[in-house]
């Protein structure tokens, strides 16, 4: 019955048992997408839900419903497909008084009809229209035609250039100054970042989107600006070596490819043979010649095999907490439940992840991000690292006289002053209208043995952590 088995969801996902998305994966249900439409539904209407039931006094006749199970059926009796099984005898012996309740907020929050009753509660598209308040960022690829060019077909193409004062300090930082100049921009027109060079901003509902001619020929690349800045931290030298652990679907690959200049050699990584084959298409799309995809685990790489790469760029898997267009209704977010044993077993691939980089004999440098808010996979991870690489790499202060917000968290003195965890970057929808980011750069070390380290045993000490669990 699927009542029931949302019911069970709902009361589970409260008591922090899992995520919506997970809970509903490990149900027995043959009917998981009614099953998710429904929950996602009546949590998103709650509130209205709470009132009709409360007004039309449902549970005083039917006390055996309990609210969670009365919620979904008052959703699917008066906005749903019509409740269906055991309950619906229940149903059957309100459905005056729900209906006339419904009427009643109606008439006081004067609509003439039940869908748009749902909009002024929508809790869901709350959130949504708030987040989706973020600018369209878009990187201007030049691995086909120079910028000049691309930016004269965006003119001819019946777009504006807005100019402002990039020296400006209340532009240079992300402040409500800057905020409002992006929001002042009209639908066609947009302004270059402040921070990234190449990078434009459109406002958030500006016409422009991918099925433009610019971006079909690979001109142009959507792209949020904190991705951006992952391999612009890296920043590898012309002809440079470099891996790419986690690479799918290929975005930083290809800004990544822009700041070589396709040259050198990107060897890029990832599991997931379908985002393997979205990335070939992606590359190929955007003129990238310098890249080298296999579809391995990046932990799986043998480092003898690879002693002419100095960079690597680490954007590990993640919770994806920071992302904007999680779901969320009210103070619940449905897709960014904080899963401890989740977030445990992540926390222990991404140090196994970034030892095995530390371990490439002729690596220099090395960035690694997450696209979450968590310490847990950011400050932990990093403190971590900084403790078993016998001291051979340190964090380097990235975008040190540019970025003035949105800082690596030190819980004491020794993160402040020991692994300068302050050095780390973190970028959130708040501050600075973009995903949320956390951005570590490692260097090494001057006067370090290239043969003294091996991460061998550290990573087998994390295997046998996971194993147990």
């Not at 922090?16 to 998710?36: E, F, P, V």
């Not at 790469?309 to 439940?337: A, Q, W, Y």
Request: net charge positive; hydrophobic share 35%; glycine share 4%.
């Amino acid at each position: 019955m699927v009542y029931a088995e949302a019911k069970r969801i709902m009361i589970a996902y409260e008591n922090k048992q899992g995520s919506i998305q997970s809970l509903i994966a490990q149900s027995k249900s043959q009917h998981k997408n009614s099953l998710t439409c429904l929950i996602m539904k009546t949590m998103s209407y709650k509130k209205l839900l709470n009132k009709i039931i409360k007004k039309s006094k449902m549970l005083e006749n039917e006390k055996f419903l309990g609210d969670k199970l009365a919620q979904l059926l008052v959703y699917d009796v008066l906005f749903g497909m019509g409740v269906r099984g055991k309950f619906k005898s229940a149903v059957k012996r309100n459905y005056q008084s729900l209906t006339d309740a419904c009427e009643y907020y109606m008439k006081k929050y004067q609509v003439d009809n039940r869908d748009n009753l749902l909009k002024i509660f929508d809790e869901k598209q709350s959130f949504a229209n708030n987040s989706s308040n973020k600018p369209k960022y878009v990187y201007i690829n030049q691995l086909k035609l120079k910028k000049k060019e691309i930016l004269n077909k965006l003119i001819d193409g019946s777009y504006q250039k807005v100019d402002y004062d990039k020296k400006d300090e209340n532009y240079m930082k992300s402040s409500q100054k800057y905020k409002d100049l992006i929001n002042s921009l009209k639908e066609n027109e947009f302004i270059k970042d402040n921070h990234v060079k190449n990078l434009i901003i459109f406002k958030h509902d500006a016409k422009i989107n991918k099925n433009y001619n610019l971006f079909i020929e690979g001109h142009l690349l959507q792209i949020d600006k904190s991705s951006c800045l992952v391999p612009l931290a890296l920043n590898p030298e012309i002809d440079s070596h470099v891996i790419d652990g986690a690479s799918a679907p290929g975005n930083k690959t290809i800004l990544l490819s822009n700041i070589l200049k396709n040259t050198g050699l990107i060897h890029a990584f990832d599991i997931d043979d379908a985002r393997v084959k979205t990335m070939q298409n992606n590359i190929k799309q955007h003129n990238v010649t310098n890249v080298r995809l296999k579809c391995m685990d990046f932990l799986q790489t043998e480092i003898h095999k690879y002693d002419r790469v100095s960079h690597i760029m680490l954007d590990v898997p993640c919770s994806g907490s920071g992302m904007t267009n999680r779901f969320k209704f009210g103070d619940i977010d449905l897709e960014n439940i904080k899963d401890d044993k989740r977030l445990w077993k992540l926390e222990a691939l991404q140090r196994r992840m970034l030892l095995h980089a530390m371990s490439f004999l002729n690596v220099t440098r090395i960035v690694y991000s997450t696209c979450s808010i968590h310490q847990e996979e950011n400050e932990n991870v990093v403190r971590y690292a900084l403790k078993n690489c016998d001291d051979r790499f340190k964090l380097v202060n990235i975008f040190a006289d540019k970025w003035n917000y949105g800082r690596g968290i030190c819980l004491d003195e020794k993160d402040k002053n020991d692994f300068h965890l302050d050095y780390c970057i973190r970028t959130c929808f708040e501050s600075n209208f973009t995903n949320g980011f956390f951005i570590a750069c490692f260097e090494l070390s001057q006067d370090i043995d290239q043969n003294s380290f091996s991460t061998m045993d550290k990573e087998q000490t994390i295997e046998d952590e996971i194993n147990e669990t």
